[in-house]
């Protein structure tokens, strides 16, 4: 049977079937959005508007999106093994174009969380009006940064036994940076003080990221 | 039809001491069909998987040649079809579906054809449509049978392919290797004897339960 086999076509229709097993099963987007709608009227009906505390403000959004999102970014490679369908994927394509497709498949969750999120935050937390260009930069490198951290991560912990203390222990330093930065940088563009030193972090950190992955992915379900 | 040679020299797989697949020699040149024989444990799936390109020997040498060309452990899942009971599919997705994925995926010229041909060729093609979480074991079975032939390899691998099957499923197996033996070549891992009499050739496996290594 003749075949074109290219990465393109296998990340693409790994990233199809991510979307079409998501919307069927609705496995991850109802949970991180329950969990960001939850949060975020909870806190507003304990503290208030937050108007004036801009530092407060950066750091809660960072959480809300990291918490609401991190279960489900990782667990792209997780619902594989336990599902038992890794022998099937592997039969299928590269390591490295499954790896993309799901990175692609985790930018988009994490886009569609942040439309609904970022919108009710701004509106429950009395947050002033963002720098709409740079509040969007730095949302998106940021989402970038920790939708690469998150599959990459997700990539490593699937088939090891004790992969809810591997997730913590593994994930603590490749998220810390990117937190540190994308608070800082949407604290800033709120304070009208400069962020091109914070998006270029973000940006750097995920090209490394990205850089490091491309390398792992294909070692990694070598037995 | 591909030339196909498959040599083992003393491959052997551990997974703890005096587990996994003992050292095993053999050579397959040419089309036909090899039964793989061993008490449970001696390690037939385990050759199986690593033919496949899924698992690594930990020791001796594997080599699959197609048309005299060397095939590398990564590139092993364009020639082989692999079907085993390990092997699960997506069970929110139609049994058209999931196949019509791993067609896209592998960029397959007129994966829709080839879908319906596979599905054909194991008597599914009228379940295309069902979500394979609502298959019988044994369809699921012919599920499993139609994914290996999908992209016509040369080499067929069928881990316990009569299992869950009834006789109109074992027939379908027969089948399927009487014309694939023809032309490719089918390595049956198997403890049935009517699945043992589809073989020409065997390859025995040492080690297992109640047959020390």
Redesign the interface.
């Known amino acids: 049977?003749?075949?074109?086999?290219?990465s393109f076509?296998?990340a693409?229709?790994?990233l199809?079937?991510e979307c079409?097993?998501e919307w069927?099963?609705r496995y991850g987007l109802n949970s991180a959005l329950l969990f960001a709608v939850t949060t975020l009227t909870a806190v507003s009906f304990a503290v208030g508007r937050m108007g004036d505390r801009t530092d407060v403000l950066a750091a809660l959004l960072w959480v809300v999106i990291l918490f609401a999102a991190l279960a489900s970014l990782a667990h792209t490679f997780v619902r594989e093994v336990e599902?038992?369908?890794l022998?099937?994927l592997?039969?299928?394509?590269?390591a490295t174009?499954i790896a993309v497709g799901k990175l692609l498949f985790n930018l988009l969750f994490l886009g569609v969380l942040e439309l609904v999120t970022v919108p009710l935050f701004l509106i429950l937390m009395g947050a002033p009006p963002p720098h709409w260009g740079l509040f969007l930069g730095v949302l998106a490198l940021g989402s970038a940064a920790l939708a690469t951290a998150a599959t990459l991560v997700g990539a490593v912990i699937a088939q090891t036994r004790g992969r809810g203390a591997l997730f913590a222990g593994v994930s603590l330093p490749l998220l810390l940076p990117l937190l540190a930065a994308a608070v800082s940088a949407t604290r800033a563009q709120w304070s009208g003080n400069p962020v091109t030193f914070e998006l270029r972090l973000l940006a750097a950190y995920t090209l490394a990221l990205l850089a490091a992955s491309l390398l792992l992915y294909?070692h990694l379900?070598?037995? | 039809m591909a030339a196909i040679r498959i040599e083992a020299r003393a491959v052997a797989h551990r997974f703890a001491p005096g587990r996994g697949l003992q050292p095993v020699t053999f050579v397959h040149d040419g089309a036909g069909c090899v039964a793989v024989l061993g008490t449970n444990g001696a390690g037939k799936s385990t050759l199986l998987r690593m033919i496949a390109g899924l698992l690594r020997p930990t020791s001796g040498v594997l080599e699959i040649r197609v048309d005299g060309a060397d095939v590398p452990m990564p590139a092993r899942r364009r020639v082989v079809g692999y079907a085993s009971p390990e092997l699960a599919f997506y069970d929110e997705f139609t049994v058209g579906e999931n196949l019509a994925f791993v067609a896209d995926a592998r960029g397959m010229d007129g994966p829709a054809a080839a879908v319906r041909d596979a599905l054909d060729r194991v008597g599914l093609l009228e379940r295309i449509d069902d979500r394979v979480a609502a298959l019988s074991s044994g369809m699921k079975q012919r599920l499993r049978l139609a994914f290996a032939l999908l992209h016509r390899p040369p080499l067929l691998l069928l881990d316990e392919p009569g299992s869950h099957l009834d006789d109109v499923g074992r027939a379908v197996t027969e089948a399927i290797v009487a014309e694939h033996r023809r032309t490719g070549l089918v390595l049956l891992a198997t403890n049935e004897p009517r699945e043992r009499e589809l073989a020409d050739s065997r390859i025995e496996l040492r080690g297992g339960l109640g047959h020390p290594a």
């Open positions: 049977m003749p075949t074109r086999e290219s076509a296998a693409w229709a790994i199809r079937k079409r097993s069927r099963t599902g038992h369908t022998t099937l592997r039969l299928t394509a590269a174009p294909d379900w070598e037995d």
